[in-house]
C-alpha cells in the first residue's frame, strides 16, 4: 500500500506543533483542573458515607443493646429504687437517732441515743453517689434478750446498716440489766 | 480500455490535498479527543452528583438518629451505672455479718453455772479477712470452777465451730476468786475466766463434699 507522502510547509509544521502542544496543555487542564477535583471530591464524599454508614450502623447496635439492657435492668432498677427508698430526705444526723430511738423503743427498750462518729467516701467507683456514715448506738439499760432480737430485727430490716462493734457489760448495781454500745456502719446515698 | 480525459486534474489534486490536510486531521482528532473527554468528565460528574445526593440522604438519616442515639448512649451509661452500683451495694448487703444469730449461740453455750459479764467483739476489715474478734469476761461456779469455764470453752468452739470457720477459743486469764455461789442450795467456788474468741464467718470451709445419702439424712435431721 502506498501511503500518500504528506508534504507540510513550514507553517503547517508549526501549526501542528502549536496544536500538539495545546493538546498537551488540554489534557494537562482536564486532568488538573477538571478531572481531578472531581474525581477527589467523589472519593472524599465516598469516604464520608462510609463513615456515616458506620456510625449509622454503630449507633442502631446502640439503640438496640440500650433496650436489651432496659429490659434486663429492670430488676436492678426495682432493687436499686428500694434500696434508695430506705434513705429519707434530709441529712442523716436529722433523721437517724430519732429513727433508732423509735426503732429501740418499739422493741421496748426506751433509752437509746445514736451519736455520728464519722463518715467516709467508698474507694469504689459504684459507690461514688454514697457515704459510709459510723454510728454508735449507746444502750444504758437493756437485757440481754431484748437486745438480741432487737439486734437481729435492725439487721434484717436495715440492709444497709452493719454492725462493726459490740460491746455488752453487765450493770453492776443491776445484773439483769446490760449496758451495749453498738458500732453501726450505715451507707446513705448522697443527697 | 477507455480513456478518460481529466480536464480538472490540478482542482482535484488541491481538493485532496486540502482533505489531506495535517491541521485539519489533527483538529478532528483533537475535537473527538475532546469529546470523548468531555463525555467522560460529564459521566463522572453525574456520578459524584449522584454519590452526594447519597451523602445527603444518609447526613439525613442520621441526623435523625443522633439524637435518639445520644439519648440511648446516656441511658445506657445510666442503667449500667445502676446495675454496678445495685451489684456491689448487694454484695455489701450479702457479705454483711449477722450479729442476731452469733449473740443466740453465745445465750445457749453459757450453762447456768457459768456467767458473762462482759463481752466485746468487733468485726475485722474485710481487706484484713474480716474475721471476727470476741473477748468474753465471766466466772463460773461449781466444784471444779475452772473446768466449768473449760466445758464453756469447748461448747462454744463446737456451737460456733458449725456455721463459722477457723473458730479459736482461748483463755486469757483463768483464776479462782476466794468469792463462793450459792446454787441449788450448795455454796461452790468460783473463777474468773477471760476468753478470747475468734472465727471467720465468711471462708470457704474445706470439707469435703458428703455422700448423697449422707447428705439427705443430715437435712432430714436438720
Request: a positive charge.
Amino acid at each position: 500500500m502506498n501511503l500518500p507522502k504528506l508534504k507540510l510547509s513550514k507553517d503547517q509544521t508549526k501549526k501542528l506543533a502549536l496544536s500538539a502542544m495545546g493538546f498537551v496543555v488540554l489534557l494537562y487542564v482536564y486532568f488538573s483542573f477538571f478531572l481531578g477535583p472531581l474525581q477527589k471530591s467523589r472519593s472524599g464524599t465516598l469516604a464520608q458515607i462510609e463513615d456515616r454508614q458506620k456510625k449509622i450502623d454503630n449507633s442502631k447496635a446502640e439503640v438496640n443493646k440500650a433496650a436489651a439492657l432496659e429490659r434486663q435492668a429492670k430488676e436492678s432498677m426495682a432493687r436499686f429504687a428500694a434500696l434508695k427508698a430506705l434513705t429519707p430526705e434530709g441529712a442523716p444526723i436529722a433523721w437517724f437517732p430519732p429513727k433508732m430511738k423509735t426503732f429501740f423503743a418499739n422493741q421496748g427498750i426506751d433509752r437509746a441515743v445514736a451519736r455520728l462518729e464519722s463518715n467516709t467516701n467508698f474507694k469504689q467507683n459504684e459507690l461514688a453517689a454514697w457515704t459510709k456514715f459510723n454510728w454508735l448506738i449507746d444502750l444504758p439499760q437493756a437485757d440481754f434478750a431484748s437486745v438480741g432480737k432487737s439486734i437481729a430485727e435492725l439487721e434484717n430490716t436495715q440492709p444497709l446498716l452493719s454492725i462493726t462493734k459490740l460491746s455488752i457489760h453487765v450493770l453492776p448495781e443491776q445484773p439483769q440489766f446490760q449496758q451495749v454500745a453498738i458500732a453501726a456502719t450505715t451507707v446513705i446515698e448522697k443527697r | 480500455m477507455a480513456l478518460h480525459l481529466n480536464l480538472l486534474h490540478e482542482e482535484i489534486l488541491e481538493q485532496r490535498q486540502r482533505q489531506r490536510d495535517p491541521l485539519k486531521i489533527g483538529l478532528l482528532v483533537l475535537s473527538s479527543c475532546g469529546a470523548l473527554l468531555f463525555l467522560y468528565y460529564a459521566w463522572n460528574a453525574y456520578e459524584t452528583l449522584e454519590i452526594k445526593s447519597k451523602l445527603s440522604s444518609v447526613e439525613a438519616e442520621w441526623k435523625k438518629l443522633e439524637p435518639k442515639v445520644t439519648q440511648a448512649q446516656k441511658r445506657s451509661a445510666e442503667l449500667t451505672d445502676v446495675i454496678n452500683t445495685t451489684r456491689v451495694l448487694d454484695d455489701y448487703i450479702d457479705n454483711r455479718f449477722f450479729w442476731g444469730p452469733f449473740l443466740e449461740k453465745l445465750s445457749r453455750c453459757v450453762p447456768p453455772n457459768a456467767q458473762i459479764t462482759s463481752m466485746e467483739a468487733s468485726l475485722g476489715d474485710e481487706d484484713k479477712g474480716g474475721g471476727v474478734t470476741v473477748t468474753l469476761d465471766g466466772v463460773a461456779a461449781a466444784r471444779e470452777p475452772r473446768s466449768a469455764a473449760e466445758d464453756l470453752r469447748q461448747m462454744l468452739l463446737e456451737q460456733l465451730g458449725k456455721t463459722y470457720h477457723d473458730v479459736k477459743a482461748e483463755f486469757k486469764t483463768l483464776e479462782d476468786v476466794e468469792t463462793v455461789a450459792t446454787i441449788g442450795g450448795a455454796t461452790v467456788p468460783m473463777s474468773r475466766f477471760m476468753l478470747s474468741v475468734t472465727f471467720n464467718p465468711s471462708a470457704a470451709k474445706p470439707a469435703a463434699t458428703p455422700a448423697a445419702g449422707r447428705r439427705k439424712a443430715k437435712t432430714k435431721d436438720e
